[in-house]
T-cell receptor, first 113, second 115 residues
């Protein structure tokens, strides 16, 4: 398995603070994706960054990708209590992967009002 | 659009029983996937399909079978359930827009307990 790793496993912050989560993967990729999962629910896609991109923004989300270090980070700015969830990175391996994703173990984010 | 739906939402099985989980998507997506999620382990791919009538093994396929007779449906079967198959099962679908991969859309999950 080429399952990546996420860091930290859990993060607790106050509303208004920024949250940064990191992800590492093991082999070459087509793209890397971030998903959010609220407790007891399915995963929701947040952002996809392709291997030839270095940074991508979506609203309060900023994702970076460093293919030389095989790592990515997700920054959530000005966090809100509603951002409380688990966040997963998932890599789409290079070559003919048929869109298959390998998920990390996730970061549990708690944002206190 | 309903997106990706899964049936049932919860199920309790006894060891040795069989069951089928149904996944349906109304987005005309080519690719569909079945994952299982266990505490502390993220999601692991069980089987996937790249089109109607095709299926392939993922990372953890043992003990499961799948079928995709119609483009919109992807069925996951457990022929003889074991306690190790207690998990939350997620179905996902993805369009085939880019050769470098696209985002996946997930269903709400099925919580299965095998006693």
């Amino acid at each position: 398995s080429q399952q990546g790793e996420e860091d930290p496993q859990a993060l607790s912050i106050q509303e208004g603070e920024n949250a940064t989560m990191n992800c590492s993967y093991k082999t070459s990729i087509n793209n890397l994706q971030w998903y959010r999962q609220n407790s007891g629910r399915g995963l929701v896609h947040l952002i996809l960054i392709r291997s030839n991109e270095r940074e991508k923004h979506s609203g309060r989300l900023r994702v970076t990708l460093d293919t030389s270090k095989k790592s990515s980070s997700l920054l959530i700015t000005a966090s809100r209590a509603a951002d409380t969830a688990s966040y997963f990175c998932a890599d789409n391996a290079g070559g003919t992967s048929y869109g298959k994703l390998t998920f990390g173990q996730g970061t549990i984010l708690t944002v206190h009002p | 659009n309903a997106g990706v739906t899964q049936t049932p939402k919860f199920r309790v099985l006894k060891t040795g029983q069989s069951m089928t989980l149904l996944c349906a998507q109304d987005m005309n997506h080519e690719y569909m996937y079945w994952y299982r999620q266990d505490p502390g382990m993220g999601l692991r791919l069980i089987h996937y399909s790249v089109g109607e009538g095709t299926t392939a093994k993922g990372e953890v396929p043992d003990g499961y079978n799948v079928s995709r007779l119609k483009k919109q449906n992807f069925l996951l079967g457990l022929e003889s359930a074991a306690p190790s198959q207690t998990s939350v099962y997620f179905c996902a679908s993805s369009p085939h827009r880019s050769i470098t991969g696209d985002e996946q859309y997930f269903g709400p999950g099925t919580r299965l307990t095998v006693t």
